[in-house]
């Protein structure tokens, strides 16, 4: 060999081991960094006990729903932005039946265990499912699985689900806990109702396969979970867990002030200014998955008009109603869309508060105050409106009385009729009996708004009460329901906000935000709309501040 062609050679190799070596050192520096960062406990507060540790009743139950996540995965977790990814799935295969249906095959991970140390197999799957399409469990979740035609086992490792409809959304409904069937004698007749002694025992030391174990519990004071040494993803940095049981609010901000308590999920607003000037405390904001919007129904005499709509639009200030209201505590929205999400399109510039286009859209649509009483009028009739909105419901009625006094402004006269809810979803859902309605809602985690915008929604019961009818629309939402590739249902999705928002068929006026507060000497975590305990693996303690 030549000697400068030796001489490369002998350079390139001295070069591979010199980057070998840094890759050693660099891995092992992460290890013991990794280490440091292991065994401290996370001491939190909630306000109640955990009412149901059994997914099928638990997830429906705020503490619960939170516990719930320490314990069990599904086959597939939700990102903040509302993407798919794999959790107990390594694989996810979707066929388009000869008969029209989906069949999705999930194949699970090589050798998951469960608490029990028995391995997660595909009947552990199909058990899970079936306990909630099982009508003899009165569980809220199986209404989200009605599309859900069976579950199947395919393989050992492999599980079949073949939905009645093809729809984009199918997947989204393998995130439900997997459960070990065994502990349920493998029978999905036995009935798991509240009161029964299966699934006391199972609330009360439930087996799944997340990062936490049930260790131990003081009914009514406190409950006491440890890291999962052997978790599949990678074991938790923390050492444990101690859930405490508070009975009010201020106790736990004062021990959140004694350091006694490390975190609280959710504290009340007017507690944020107190512990934001705490130097020990860091107050997290972060959004939910609740908003509001002015339902308005497009049958009216006067609300069938898309400027008519758009001007109460321009005579609404939300930003007063997220001052006054919320104190800030909220944002203001453009669509039936987290601002999170992916489907959720940004380039759409929100109408502000305008009472000289709002007026202007008014008189162009004929409307004047002919007698000078400060209401307009046309064709001999005075815009007077009723806006219902829930009872007892604070936010909707001081949000109300905003919008009656702001809609005076520019000639439209509002009513307020509180209701009691049951009343309200009966006259606006049921009967159609109103002008205009305040109701809550949630943004999902599929962008399918198919019940709330196609015209075949607009019977009397179903959510399209808007009485909204757009063949474009009905178009798109029928696509985003059939398409199956990301873009172009993204795209769909985008129009889909950008002629809802032009045609105003709901007046989106906010998203509540939350606030948790948690202590300084604790890094890495990400609290979301989704989750507060979204990433509770990488959540650490500084080994310095313990």
Same mark, same amino acid.
């Given at each position: 060999?030549?000697?400068?062609?030796?001489?490369?050679? #002998?350079?390139?190799?001295?070069?591979?081991?010199?980057?070998? @070596?840094?890759?050693?050192?660099?891995?092992? #520096?992460?290890?013991?960094?990794?280490?440091?960062?292991?065994?401290?406990?996370?001491?939190?507060?909630?306000?109640?006990?955990?009412?149901?540790?059994?997914?099928?009743?638990?997830?429906?139950?705020k503490?619960?729903?939170?516990?719930?996540?320490?314990?069990?995965?599904?086959?597939?977790?939700?990102?903040?932005?509302?993407?798919?990814?794999n959790?107990?799935?390594?694989?996810?295969?979707?066929?388009?039946?000869n008969?029209g249906?989906e069949?999705i095959?999930?194949?699970?991970k090589?050798?998951?265990?469960?608490?029990?140390?028995s391995?997660?197999?595909?009947?552990?799957?199909v058990?899970?499912?079936?306990?909630?399409?099982?009508?003899?469990?009165p569980?809220?979740?199986?209404t989200? #699985?009605?599309?859900?035609?069976?579950?199947?086992?395919?393989?050992?490792?492999?599980?079949?689900?073949?939905?009645k409809?093809?729809?984009?959304?199918?997947?989204?409904?393998?995130?439900?806990?997997?459960?070990?069937?065994?502990?349920f004698?493998?029978?999905?007749?036995?009935?798991?109702?509240?009161?029964?002694?299966?699934?006391?025992?199972?609330?009360?030391?439930?087996?799944g396969?997340?990062?936490?174990?049930?260790?131990?519990?003081?009914?009514?004071?406190?409950?006491?979970?440890?890291?999962?040494?052997?978790? @599949?993803?990678?074991?938790?940095?923390?050492?444990?867990?101690?859930?405490?049981?508070?009975?009010d609010?201020?106790?736990i901000?004062?021990?959140?002030?004694?350091?006694?308590?490390?975190?609280?999920?959710?504290?009340?607003v007017?507690?944020?200014?107190r512990?934001?000037?705490?130097?020990?405390?860091?107050?997290?904001?972060?959004?939910? @998955?609740?908003?509001?919007?002015?339902?308005?129904?497009?049958?009216?005499? @006067?609300?069938?008009?898309?400027?008519?709509?758009?001007a109460?639009?321009y005579?609404?200030?939300?930003m007063?109603?997220?001052?006054?209201v919320?104190?800030?505590?909220?944002t203001?929205?453009?669509?039936?869309?987290?601002?999170?999400?992916?489907?959720?399109?940004?380039?759409?510039?929100?109408?502000?508060?305008?009472?000289?286009?709002a007026?202007?859209?008014?008189?162009?649509?004929?409307?004047?105050?002919?007698?000078?009483?400060?209401?307009?009028?046309?064709?001999?009739?005075?815009?007077?409106?009723?806006?219902?909105?829930e009872?007892?419901?604070?936010?909707?009625?001081e949000?109300?009385?905003?919008?009656?006094?702001?809609?005076?402004?520019?000639?439209?006269?509002?009513?307020?009729?509180?209701? &009691?809810?049951?009343i309200?979803?009966?006259?606006?859902?049921?009967?159609h009996?109103?002008?205009?309605a305040?109701?809550?809602?949630?943004?999902?985690?599929?962008?399918?708004?198919?019940?709330?915008?196609h015209s075949?929604?607009?019977?009397?019961?179903?959510?399209?009460f808007?009485?909204?009818?757009?063949?474009?629309?009905?178009?798109?939402?029928?696509?985003?329901?059939?398409?199956?590739?990301?873009?172009?249902?993204?795209?769909?999705?985008? &129009?889909?906000?950008?002629?809802?928002?032009?045609?105003?068929?709901?007046?989106?006026?906010?998203?509540?935000?939350?606030?948790?507060?948690?202590?300084?000497?604790?890094?890495?975590?990400?609290?979301?709309?989704?989750?507060?305990?979204?990433?509770?693996?990488?959540?650490?303690c500084d080994?310095?501040?313990?």
């Amino acid at each position: 060999m030549h000697r400068s062609n030796l001489n490369a050679v #002998l350079n390139k190799l001295v070069l591979n081991l010199v980057a070998l @070596f840094i890759m050693f050192l660099s891995a092992d #520096l992460i290890a013991q960094e990794d280490l440091l960062k292991r065994g401290d406990n996370l001491h939190y507060a909630e306000l109640s006990m955990p009412q149901n540790l059994l997914p099928i009743y638990g997830m429906d139950e705020k503490v619960s729903n939170r516990v719930i996540g320490f314990f069990y995965n599904g086959l597939i977790k939700i990102t903040e932005t509302l993407e798919i990814v794999n959790d107990l799935a390594v694989n996810r295969e979707s066929i388009m039946l000869n008969d029209g249906r989906e069949k999705i095959i999930v194949t699970l991970k090589p050798d998951i265990k469960f608490h029990d140390g028995s391995t997660v197999t595909a009947e552990d799957v199909v058990f899970s499912y079936d306990i909630i399409l099982n009508p003899i469990n009165p569980t809220a979740q199986r209404t989200y #699985l009605a599309n859900l035609d069976k579950v199947e086992k395919v393989d050992q490792d492999k599980v079949g689900f073949i939905f009645k409809q093809r729809n984009p959304s199918n997947a989204y409904l393998l995130r439900f806990p997997i459960l070990p069937a065994h502990s349920f004698d493998d029978d999905i007749n036995i009935p798991l109702l509240p009161e029964t002694d299966k699934q006391k025992a199972f609330s009360t030391k439930p087996i799944g396969t997340g990062p936490f174990l049930w260790q131990f519990a003081a009914p009514g004071q406190a409950i006491i979970f440890t890291g999962h040494n052997e978790y @599949f993803n990678r074991p938790p940095f923390l050492g444990g867990i101690t859930l405490h049981i508070r009975s009010d609010a201020e106790s736990i901000v004062q021990e959140i002030e004694t350091e006694a308590i490390d975190f609280l999920p959710s504290i009340e607003v007017y507690h944020v200014g107190r512990l934001q000037s705490n130097p020990s405390v860091t107050v997290k904001e972060y959004p939910t @998955f609740n908003y509001t919007s002015m339902v308005m129904n497009c049958g009216h005499r @006067f609300l069938q008009e898309v400027d008519v709509r758009k001007a109460i639009d321009y005579g609404i200030s939300k930003m007063h109603i997220v001052e006054a209201v919320f104190i800030g505590f909220a944002t203001r929205i453009s669509g039936p869309y987290a601002p999170t999400s992916w489907a959720n399109n940004v380039s759409i510039r929100l109408r502000d508060y305008d009472i000289a286009q709002a007026k202007t859209l008014l008189k162009e649509a004929g409307f004047s105050d002919s007698n000078n009483d400060g209401i307009v009028e046309r064709d001999g009739y005075e815009f007077s409106v009723k806006l219902k909105y829930e009872r007892g419901l604070k936010s909707h009625e001081e949000v109300a009385t905003i919008i009656q006094e702001e809609l005076g402004k520019i000639g439209i006269e509002v009513t307020l009729e509180p209701k &009691d809810k049951s009343i309200l979803y009966q006259e606006c859902q049921y009967e159609h009996n109103y002008d205009m309605a305040l109701f809550g809602w949630e943004f999902g985690v599929d962008p399918d708004r198919y019940d709330l915008f196609h015209s075949s929604q607009t019977e009397k019961g179903l959510q399209n009460f808007a009485l909204y009818k757009n063949k474009e629309v009905d178009g798109l939402l029928q696509d985003g329901r059939s398409c199956n590739h990301f873009d172009t249902r993204q795209n769909t999705y985008y &129009d889909v906000h950008r002629i809802i928002f032009e045609e105003v068929p709901h007046i989106f006026l906010y998203s509540q935000k939350a606030n948790a507060a948690i202590h300084c000497r604790f890094h890495d975590y990400e609290i979301n709309a989704l989750s507060v305990f979204n990433n509770i693996c990488n959540w650490y303690c500084d080994p310095k501040l313990r």
